[in-house]
């Protein structure tokens, strides 16, 4: 199994999730107020005037657990809806599972997920 992490735009997050829902992934995780920082360090704004630096840019992270014999097809849909082209796409990130247990009924593996 594979874990997938999308760190991506907050305006994204709607159409990455009714992609992934289409390609039959159910079980997501979305924590809805991520903040980050890459290669673009961060952002100005513009209050009454005056200049405000955030080092942090707003981010939604997406995350799922998905048989070894998926991974690659769910990346490249969370890409293709997710990528603007532009800085601050942000980040995916995969790492093996060793085990995953379902709360409810025990079930282990990729019946759990």
């Avoid at 907050?10 to 992609?19: G, H, M, Q, R, S």
């Avoid at 405000?52 to 097809?73: H, L, M, N, Q, W």
């Avoid at 800085?87 to 085990?99: A, M, Q």
């Amino acid at each position: 199994m594979k874990k997938i992490e999308a760190i991506i735009k907050p305006y994204k997050l709607d159409e990455v999730t009714n992609a992934l829902s289409a390609h039959g992934v159910s079980g997501l995780t979305v924590t809805p107020e991520t903040r980050g920082s890459g290669r673009q360090k961060g952002h100005v704004e513009l209050y009454h005037g005056a200049e405000y630096g955030s080092p942090f840019i707003p981010k939604v992270r997406i995350e799922t657990c998905i048989a070894d014999a998926r991974a690659e097809e769910i990346i490249t849909v969370i890409l293709e809806r997710a990528r603007t082209g532009k800085v601050g796409d942000g980040k995916i990130v995969i790492t093996n599972v060793v085990d995953a247990v379902r709360g409810r009924t025990g079930e282990k593996g990729n019946k759990a997920v």
